[in-house]
């Protein structure tokens, strides 16, 4: 299994619906991240948690809410979704301890808004 | 964060050697540099990170001058499926930091056979 496992994999959506992103880990990772990628502009942060009391907005949050609901889920939801949220999402996660190098990326999310 | 700039794209043969160089001027005391590495359709991947002077490990080295204003990513002898992007980040910390990493939008590295 996936260290990092996002589901679903594809998903098309129509404008104005609300839709959940999920995120699992396990990893015991204490730090779990949302990313948004869009051709050409690299990725862009969305949310981010620190631990599961924690969570803080990225650059790009409008839209979008995210629940820690447990140390090993991160969800993220497009309340009304939009056509321009038409992106790849990813989700990450990273540790903190001794030989936790770097951040692990699930698969991503190809969400596509119609 | 200190931001980095890079080359947006690169093309190399096969088996050649590919050094991919990042600067980042604005560089703290306590950052470390990063690098990863992307293929279409999947996630970034974690290749290697380093404070100064020279890192090696399975995948590439990676060259820091005293200054560490720049960094290069070596890449040995390349072959086809490292075709990839590959993104270089400064953070805080030895491994990830308190602040959550920025991803440009990378080197575009083809291999041509």
């Known amino acids: 299994d996936a260290d990092v496992t996002q589901t679903p994999r594809n998903r098309i959506t129509k404008t104005g619906k609300r839709i959940m ?11 779990m991240y949302w990313y948004r990628q869009d051709p050409g ?4 942060l969305i949310y981010y948690s620190f ?32 056509p321009n949220q038409t992106a790849l999402y990813f989700c ?20 596509t808004v119609v | 964060l200190a931001k980095t700039t890079q080359p947006i794209s ?25 690098w990863y590495q992307q293929f279409p359709s999947q996630g970034p991947r974690f290749i290697i990170q380093g ?11 990676l060259f820091i001058p005293a200054d560490r204003k720049s960094s290069t990513l ?6 086809l499926s490292d075709t990839a992007v590959y993104y270089c980040l400064v953070g805080d910390g030895p ?17 041509i056979a």
């Open chain 1, 21 to 31: 992103l999920e995120c699992s880990q396990t990893k015991g990772h204490d730090r």
């Open chain 2, 74 to 79: 070596s890449l040995p002898r390349v072959s």
């Open chain 2, 51 to 61: 404070y100064k002077t020279k890192v090696t490990n399975e995948v590439a080295s």
């Open chain 2, 10 to 34: 690169m093309d190399s043969y096969e088996g050649q050697e590919v050094n991919i160089t990042c600067s980042h001027n604005n560089i703290a005391t306590n950052d470390y540099i990063t």
């Open chain 1, 51 to 82: 631990d599961v009391k924690d969570i803080n907005k990225g650059e790009i949050s409008d839209g979008y809410s995210v629940s820690r609901q447990a140390q090993a889920k991160f969800s993220l939801s497009l309340e009304s979704a939009i």
């Open chain 1, 92 to 111: 990450a996660t990273s540790g903190t301890r001794t030989g936790d190098y770097g951040y692990t990326f699930g698969s991503g999310t190809r969400l």
């Open chain 1, 41 to 44: 502009l690299g990725l862009r």
């Open chain 2, 95 to 111: 491994k990830t930091g308190n602040t959550p990493l920025v991803f440009g939008k990378g080197t575009r590295l083809s291999v």
